[in-house]
């Protein structure tokens, strides 16, 4: 019997503003996202601007409110098929960006690793990527697969000059990552994030966001990521399933009906794509969820990916183009940056602008001195 494996990942960017503390808002959030509609052996759930950016300097405090999370989602797929139990493979972050993974209990989960790579300003972990790779059998299987799951956030905001910033946070990305996970080839690699790739201006009216037509024509003619990925500038081994669901940025905030903000131009900057199989992939459902009122609290809508994917047969790695990875002087710099944002972050909100103001020049200084 051939094996397959049945995954779910999603993306969503909480827009900083995730409550923890309120369970019930938690679980009501989760429950959109999270679809009763098939049970899967693998659940990946992707999140960016989970804490406050000051906050994800500090990778303990992002740690303890993962396993919070991590809890209220095993409760919830636990509970969709009393026949399946699954258990926590596996939590990672970098900055305000987090990943967690489940997978089912009759499989058998080992060689869990894990790795993240930073690409915000001035080498800081204010964007960029974190992941896990693990390997996956059956008991009564021969069969073992890898996989690895990516949850990242890239450079934001319209422009020429940005959308290059984003492929170059894509190229440093998979780089980094290769060095510390390996090469992609041969493994199960599904990457998620806020890529934060824009859209030229297409839609005149409102009505056309509902336009399936008209969306799948601006997709193609007019989203930074579909034309960077036609160049070969990024994801040139990944694809996508069809995209068939509005933009899922700018929305206003905390609105009754779902509406955009017209200060950006509406996006698809919410995404998931696989690595290519060479051949077709059965896709169960891609699509944006529903703007309830849950959601309301951030101008992003979480994407979810359904899929089913095959058993890939062990091969030698080809020969790839080498990519960049993150050099000790970069992520020396990181740690400086990020020690400087986390404890402006915390001095600014529990001391006032005039802490701030010191930490920011003393930590301009002690750059100046490491770094010239």
């Known amino acids: 019997m051939e094996t397959k494996y049945k995954l779910f990942v999603s993306t969503f960017n909480c827009g900083k503003c995730l409550h923890f503390e309120q369970t019930s808002e938690i679980d009501s959030i989760l429950s959109h ?45 636990n509970s969709l098929n009393p026949r399946r139990s699954f258990r926590l493979v596996g939590l990672n972050s970098v900055g305000a960006i987090g990943l967690l993974l489940f997978a089912d209990t009759t499989y058998e989960v080992t060689s869990i690793l894990k790795a993240s790579a930073r690409c915000g300003a001035l080498c800081s972990s204010l964007k960029g990527a974190t992941a896990i790779k693990f390997n996956l059998s059956r008991p009564s299987s021969s069969a073992t697969d890898s996989f690895i799951f990516i949850a990242a956030h890239f450079a934001a905001n319209e422009g020429e000059l940005q959308r290059q910033r984003r492929e170059g946070d894509y190229n440093n990305i998979v780089g980094t990552l290769q060095q510390e996970l390996g090469c992609f080839e041969g493994n199960h690699v599904l990457f998620c994030g806020d890529f934060n790739f824009r859209s030229r201006k297409w839609a005149s009216t409102p009505a056309d966001f509902n336009n399936l037509e008209l969306l799948q024509a601006a997709v193609g003619v007019h989203d930074e990521l579909s034309l960077s990925r036609k160049a070969e500038r990024v994801f040139q081994n990944f694809e996508e399933a069809p995209i068939t669901f509005a933009p899922t940025y700018k929305f206003k905030l905390s609105v009754p009906d779902p509406e955009y903000n017209l200060r950006r131009i509406p996006s698809w900057c919410d995404r998931i794509l696989f690595q290519n199989y060479g051949s077709p992939v059965k896709i169960l459902s891609y699509a944006a969820c529903k703007r309830e009122a849950v959601l309301q609290f951030t101008d992003h809508l979480p994407v979810v990916l359904q899929l089913e994917v095959p058993h890939l047969s062990p091969r030698s790695p080809t020969r790839s183009k080498a990519l960049s990875s993150q050099s000790r002087s970069y992520k020396l710099m990181g740690d400086v940056a990020d020690f400087l944002i986390g404890y402006g972050g915390w001095a600014y909100v529990f001391h006032g602008h005039w802490l701030l103001a010191v930490s920011l020049v003393l930590g301009l200084l002690v750059m100046f001195h490491l770094f010239t």
């Open 33 to 77: 996202i999270i679809p009763k509609d098939h049970v899967h052996d693998i659940y990946a759930l992707g999140f960016q601007e989970l804490v406050p950016l000051w906050q994800g300097s500090f990778p303990d405090e992002v740690h303890a409110q993962l396993q919070s999370l991590s809890s209220r989602v095993l409760n919830l797929i």
